[in-house]
């Protein structure tokens, strides 16, 4: 049991490059989550998915698309990467929308 | 959801008991309280969570107050393990998408 795990761990973009990162669960999670979080600060959510097949936006969704195909995936796209999304992102599920959170250990995503 | 206060820093002997407030004045009624805990470099960890009665798990024991418009996170035995940003956290139960919104948190330092 993997629990959540996120591909890649470490990135370098240049402006304007395009990438997915992605995150996978084996525990059967309905909830999935994409957070970013900034130095200093807490963490801010992007976007989630209460199913397969659906996405919804969060705090700071601006910039970044998702894709929930399969249960047990849940995909964070850049489609133009700018400097300001420099940061580290965490994706996280549930069982259910009250249910405690699982993370995964991050990718660090440096845009120059 | 309703904000929470907490202090930025504390510091702990190592084999003491760490006592992590938290404000969250503004809570209603069908807010419950959430701890994560985040090591350096790793997803936060889930810790416990509770409504307005005491909680324990092997981890930690929250303690409510009678109004709930405090809490405080016990770690009975601290130990170096420990050290970390403890995330307070207050939400309402609900399946329109587990939209934890994570503060500043507190950073503890468990000494030798």
């Not at chain 1, 999670?29 to 996405?55: K, N």
């Amino acid at each position: 049991n993997a629990g959540v795990t996120q591909t890649p761990k470490f990135r370098v973009l240049k402006t304007g490059q395009s990438m997915t990162l992605l995150c996978a669960q084996d525990m059967n999670h309905e909830y999935m989550y994409w957070y970013r979080q900034d130095p200093g600060m807490g963490l801010r959510l992007i976007h989630y998915s209460v199913g397969e097949g659906t996405t919804a936006k969060g705090e700071v969704p601006d910039g970044y698309n998702v894709s929930r195909l399969k249960k047990q995936n849940f995909l964070l796209g850049l489609e133009s990467a700018a400097p300001s999304q420099t940061s580290v992102y965490f994706c996280a599920s549930s069982y259910l929308g009250n249910s405690p959170l699982h993370f995964g250990n991050g990718t660090r995503l440096t845009v120059t | 959801d309703a904000k929470t206060t907490q202090p930025p820093s504390m510091d702990c002997a190592e084999g003491r008991a760490a006592n992590l407030p938290c404000n969250h004045s503004t809570i209603s009624g069908n807010e419950y309280v959430y701890w994560y805990r985040q090591i350096h470099s790793q997803g936060p960890q889930y810790i416990i969570h509770g409504l307005k009665n005491n909680e324990t798990n092997e981890m930690a024991s929250l303690i409510i107050t009678e109004d709930r418009k405090s809490s405080t996170l016990i770690l009975p035995h601290a130990t170096l393990r420990d050290t970390a940003v403890y995330y307070c956290i207050v939400r309402e139960h609900n399946n329109a998408g587990n939209m934890l919104t994570f503060g500043g948190g507190t950073r503890l330092m468990v000494k030798p």
